[in-house]
């Protein structure tokens, strides 16, 4: 109960400050976009600063559920982020949620919920080693990398897209490299974290992700990246869990068709979700498009930022 708990709480306060973050990002530069000039620009405005601090509390909140719950439990539940974002959207906008928003809701519940019941995620499994541990970073880090190489060459609303899938590819390591940076500093005291590479692969990836998810916000309506960053985290989370934290899940046919059915309907749920008319949209149009980067003809390849 203290895990779920958390992990709701974790969602809250994700899903509101992802809200005001991209509303607060829509005003910022288009000249700093993939740079982290974009979160010195940011940090002047108070609505992204509250958006990062509901940020920074669902972060904590996640973090103490990963302490005392296996990162294949945690990412459903911090999934339903996008039912907090959805509801001050609804909110701010006075869109009605209607069959196409319920039928998400009820899509994104069921399938946490289906994913947990078959699963059964729980710990004890024996830690893979340092060459299964690093080939699962690679992989993962290798992914987000080739994302945003790839993004650069799309236009705006997919190129959205494409960074917040990186950027929830990183979120999702980030969450399992926090799990053990927990279990250290339970063992073997706080001060053990210095002489540990995990906590700084924790900043080095939040810092990345949050200008890569910044940038996104930036430059297309909430509802081209919110669902794929949304998507992605969890993914990428029990990827990491099962592939070097020792997490299990059940394995019997049964159980595999209803997990892989969990996941199916997480992701069409938070893809309703997200493209709602209740999420804010920047008035049905990109930013580079009103600036005449984007649009419907061919947009020249950009190269320089």
């Known amino acids: 109960m203290a895990v ?36 010195l620009d ?53 869109q009605r949620l209607g069959w196409h928003g319920w039928s998400g809701v009820a899509l994104l519940a069921l399938g946490v919920t289906a994913f947990i019941v078959a ?28 994302l945003v190489a790839c993004a650069r060459r799309l236009r705006p609303s997919p190129e959205a897209t494409v960074l917040a899938l990186a950027a929830g590819l990183l979120y999702g390591l980030q ?9 250290v ?25 949050l200008m890569l998810v910044q ?5 297309a309506p909430l509802r081209m990246s919110l669902p794929a960053l949304t998507a992605a985290q969890p993914l990428a989370g029990i990827a990491c869990g099962v592939g070097f934290l020792g997490d ?7 159980a595999l068709a209803w997990e892989a059915a969990g996941l199916a309907a997480i992701a069409a749920g938070v893809v309703l979700l997200g493209r709602h008319p209740a999420m804010p949209c920047a008035h049905g149009t990109s930013r580079k498009d009103a600036a005449g980067l984007g649009g419907s003809g061919e947009e020249p390849v950009r190269t320089v930022r």
């Open 119 to 146: 699963g059964r995620p729980s710990g004890g499994g024996p830690p893979a080693g340092a060459l299964r541990h690093w080939l699962v970073v690679g992989v993962v880090v290798g992914l987000a990398l080739l």
């Open 175 to 183: 969450d399992a490299l926090t799990r053990i940076s927990g279990q």
């Open 185 to 209: 500093a339970e063992v073997e005291g706080v001060g053990a974290l210095f002489t540990q590479w995990q906590p700084y692969a924790v900043v080095v990836m939040g810092l990345t992700g």
């Open 4 to 39: 779920f708990l958390l992990g709701v709480g974790a969602a809250c306060c994700l899903g509101l400050g992802f809200v005001l973050q991209q509303l607060a990002a829509q005003r910022a530069p288009l000249s700093d976009f993939l740079s982290f000039r974009l979160l």
């Open 248 to 254: 299990r899940v059940r394995v019997t046919p049964g």
């Open 42 to 94: 940011l940090m002047r405005m108070p609505q992204w600063l509250l958006g990062v601090f509901l940020m920074i509390c669902g972060m904590l909140l996640s973090a103490l559920a990963l302490t005392k719950g296996e990162v294949s439990l945690v990412e459903p539940l911090t999934a339903t982020n996008l039912l907090f974002a959805m509801a001050l959207s609804r909110r701010l906008t006075g």
């Open 215 to 219: 940038s996104a916000f930036e430059t």
